[in-house]
């Protein structure tokens, strides 16, 4: 509960400090108001559901490599002798 406190607490302000400022600070950064009715709007394009599946895509093949390397490596680790060696001093 602190967490969503807290993110509707830096929203309002990060709101507010970009209506303090007005249009004719120059500042480039959008308000949270204007980027949810932009986000609202690409809900009925196509193109926005499209380009969501391949990001999915993307992410989801990125996610099985990284799996089987990490399986792989696990297996060699635990396998052979040198490379457990080899391993046992780093830190992450």
């Known amino acids: 509960m602190p967490g969503l ?3 509707i607490v830096c929203i309002a302000a ?3 400090a970009i209506r303090a400022a ?3 600070s120059g500042v480039s950064v ?3 108001s204007q980027i949810f009715g932009a986000f609202v709007a690409l809900f009925g394009d196509r193109g926005f ?3 969501a599946g391949q990001t999915r ?3 989801g093949l990125g996610l099985i490599i990284a799996t089987v390397a990490a399986l792989a ?3 060699l680790d635990g396998t ?3 490379v457990r060696h080899s391993t046992t001093g780093l830190r992450f």
Do not use: M, N, Q, R
Request: proline share 12%.
């Open 22 to 24: 007005g249009p004719e």
């Open 49 to 51: 559901w499209v380009a």
């Open 73 to 75: 490596l696990g297996v």
């Open 5 to 7: 406190i807290a993110t």
């Open 30 to 32: 959008p308000a949270p």
């Open 57 to 59: 895509g993307s992410s």
């Open 80 to 82: 052979f002798v040198f």
């Open 14 to 16: 990060w709101e507010l």
